[in-house]
């Protein structure tokens, strides 16, 4: 007889917030997920991530359980920083931003941060986006890319995106 290990959303977010280093006051946001380059941090205080987070949270919740296990760890990763943290900034678990990286644009536009251009060796608290071609791959759909750029024009982040035409 074979016995199915029943997945625990508790021991799992318990076991995720052991294996991560603790959050502190700002956090780093990272999006390095498979279809996007982020060649930047984006650097938002620990509280207003949060709060983001918990409005963000019901839009793209998840049905997947290890996913939904994956933000409530989140939600208590950001929610405790720690005072102890000598001017380090945490970054992001990329476990906890992939379900989240679509919103990456809603990110910068709704919670004030920097973004740190490793050309111009500069943080900029502006981020502009922009969007380059978009390529017909037939049956309606489109390949568009959003780009981000520092305020001198270099490219900070390129996430494709795909949308049909009806
Ligand atoms: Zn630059």
């Known amino acids: 007889m ?6 625990d959303p508790e021991r799992y977010a318990k076991e ?15 999006d390095n997920t ?10 938002v ?7 983001w987070f918990k409005t963000h949270l019901t839009r793209a ?20 920083p720690s005072n102890d943290y000598s001017g380090h900034v945490a ?33 900029y608290p502006e981020v502009t986006t922009s969007f380059g071609p978009t390529v017909d791959e037939g049956g309606g759909w489109k390949l568009g890319l959003e780009l981000w750029l520092c305020p001198r024009g270099h490219e900070l982040r390129r996430a494709p995106y795909r949308f049909h035409i009806l």
């Open 16 to 30: 995720l917030l052991a294996s991560l280093p603790p959050c502190t006051p700002h956090v780093a946001v990272i």
């Open 45 to 51: 205080p620990a509280e207003q991530m949060l709060a």
């Open 2 to 7: 074979f016995w199915k290990t029943q997945f």
């Open 91 to 123: 970054c992001v678990e990329p476990e906890f931003f992939r379900q989240y990286s679509d919103y990456a644009s809603d990110l910068v536009k709704e919670v004030k941060g920097v973004c740190f251009c490793p050309t111009c060796d500069l943080a």
């Open 61 to 80: 919740a998840s049905s997947v359980p290890k996913d939904r296990a994956a933000s409530a760890a989140f939600l208590r990763w950001l929610g405790s």
């Open 34 to 43: 498979l279809d996007s380059t982020f060649d930047t941090a984006y650097v």
